[in-house]
Nanobody, 117 residues
Framework: VQLQASGGGLVQAGGSLRLSCAAP???????????MGWYRQAPGKQRELVAV???????NYADSVKGRFTVSKNNSRRTVALQMNSLTPDDIAVYYC?????????WGQGTEVTVSS
Protein backbone atom coordinates (compact mmCIF):
# COMPACT_ATOMS: atom_id res chain seq x y z
CA VAL A 1 0.00 0.00 0.00
CA GLN A 2 1.48 3.30 -1.02
CA LEU A 3 0.44 6.91 -0.94
CA GLN A 4 0.43 8.65 -4.33
CA ALA A 5 2.29 11.95 -4.43
CA SER A 6 2.18 14.33 -7.37
CA GLY A 7 2.64 17.95 -8.35
CA GLY A 8 6.38 18.35 -8.40
CA GLY A 9 8.20 20.05 -11.22
CA LEU A 10 10.50 22.86 -12.24
CA VAL A 11 9.76 26.39 -11.13
CA GLN A 12 11.68 29.65 -11.05
CA ALA A 13 12.80 31.10 -7.75
CA GLY A 14 9.93 32.99 -6.18
CA GLY A 15 7.38 30.77 -7.84
CA SER A 16 4.86 28.35 -6.41
CA LEU A 17 3.96 24.69 -6.61
CA ARG A 18 1.19 22.65 -5.08
CA LEU A 19 1.91 19.07 -4.14
CA SER A 20 -0.83 16.55 -3.59
CA CYS A 21 -0.87 13.19 -1.89
CA ALA A 22 -3.69 10.69 -2.26
CA ALA A 23 -4.39 7.80 0.06
CA PRO A 24 -5.94 4.59 -1.27
CA UNK A 25 -9.31 3.62 0.11
CA UNK A 26 -7.75 0.62 1.84
CA UNK A 27 -6.12 2.95 4.39
CA UNK A 28 -8.92 5.49 4.71
CA UNK A 29 -9.14 5.06 8.48
CA UNK A 30 -5.39 5.63 8.82
CA UNK A 31 -5.61 8.74 6.69
CA UNK A 32 -8.50 10.20 8.64
CA UNK A 33 -7.31 9.33 12.13
CA UNK A 34 -3.58 9.99 12.03
CA UNK A 35 -1.10 12.75 11.34
CA MET A 36 -0.14 13.31 7.72
CA GLY A 37 3.33 14.63 7.05
CA TRP A 38 5.36 15.99 4.19
CA TYR A 39 9.06 15.25 4.21
CA ARG A 40 11.79 16.19 1.79
CA GLN A 41 15.21 14.91 0.95
CA ALA A 42 17.68 17.18 -0.79
CA PRO A 43 20.66 15.73 -2.68
CA GLY A 44 23.28 14.53 -0.23
CA LYS A 45 21.14 15.31 2.80
CA GLN A 46 18.97 13.38 5.20
CA ARG A 47 15.23 13.32 4.89
CA GLU A 48 13.63 16.06 6.95
CA LEU A 49 10.12 16.83 8.11
CA VAL A 50 8.63 19.84 6.37
CA ALA A 51 5.03 20.01 7.54
CA VAL A 52 2.52 18.01 9.53
CA UNK A 53 -1.24 18.18 9.79
CA UNK A 54 -2.95 16.30 12.59
CA UNK A 55 -6.26 14.49 12.47
CA UNK A 56 -7.85 17.55 14.10
CA UNK A 57 -6.37 19.91 11.54
CA UNK A 58 -3.55 21.40 13.58
CA UNK A 59 -0.42 22.14 11.60
CA ASN A 60 3.29 22.42 12.28
CA TYR A 61 6.08 23.49 9.99
CA ALA A 62 9.84 23.38 9.82
CA ASP A 63 11.30 26.80 10.53
CA SER A 64 12.74 26.94 7.04
CA VAL A 65 9.28 26.89 5.41
CA LYS A 66 7.12 28.76 7.91
CA GLY A 67 5.16 31.51 6.25
CA ARG A 68 5.78 30.06 2.79
CA PHE A 69 4.28 26.56 2.88
CA THR A 70 0.77 25.55 3.84
CA VAL A 71 -0.42 22.00 4.47
CA SER A 72 -4.09 21.09 4.16
CA LYS A 73 -6.18 17.97 4.21
CA ASN A 74 -9.41 16.86 2.56
CA ASN A 75 -10.78 13.76 4.24
CA SER A 76 -13.60 13.25 1.75
CA ARG A 77 -11.12 13.16 -1.13
CA ARG A 78 -8.44 11.38 0.89
CA THR A 79 -5.88 13.94 -0.12
CA VAL A 80 -3.34 16.10 1.64
CA ALA A 81 -1.82 19.07 -0.12
CA LEU A 82 1.29 21.16 0.35
CA GLN A 83 1.09 24.64 -1.12
CA MET A 84 4.60 25.98 -1.57
CA ASN A 85 5.13 29.67 -2.26
CA SER A 86 8.21 31.85 -2.61
CA LEU A 87 10.31 28.86 -3.54
CA THR A 88 14.08 29.13 -3.43
CA PRO A 89 16.88 26.82 -4.56
CA ASP A 90 17.09 25.67 -0.91
CA ASP A 91 13.73 23.96 -1.45
CA ILE A 92 15.10 21.66 -4.14
CA ALA A 93 14.39 18.12 -3.01
CA VAL A 94 12.28 15.06 -3.49
CA TYR A 95 9.13 15.48 -1.43
CA TYR A 96 7.38 12.57 0.25
CA CYS A 97 4.08 12.28 2.03
CA UNK A 98 3.81 10.04 5.05
CA UNK A 99 1.50 8.65 7.64
CA UNK A 100 1.64 5.87 10.17
CA UNK A 101 -0.43 3.84 12.52
CA UNK A 102 1.40 2.07 15.28
CA UNK A 103 4.41 0.35 13.73
CA UNK A 104 3.07 0.54 10.19
CA UNK A 105 4.26 3.42 8.06
CA UNK A 106 3.06 4.55 4.65
CA TRP A 107 5.10 6.62 2.22
CA GLY A 108 4.42 8.20 -1.10
CA GLN A 109 6.77 7.47 -3.95
CA GLY A 110 8.22 10.97 -3.90
CA THR A 111 7.76 13.91 -6.21
CA GLU A 112 10.72 16.03 -7.30
CA VAL A 113 10.83 19.79 -6.90
CA THR A 114 13.44 21.81 -8.75
CA VAL A 115 13.85 25.55 -8.38
CA SER A 116 15.91 27.52 -10.84
CA SER A 117 17.66 30.65 -9.67
Amino acid sequence: VQLQASGGGLVQAGGSLRLSCAAPTTILSVFVSNDMGWYRQAPGKQRELVAVITSSGSTNYADSVKGRFTVSKNNSRRTVALQMNSLTPDDIAVYYCHTKRGQTTYWGQGTEVTVSS
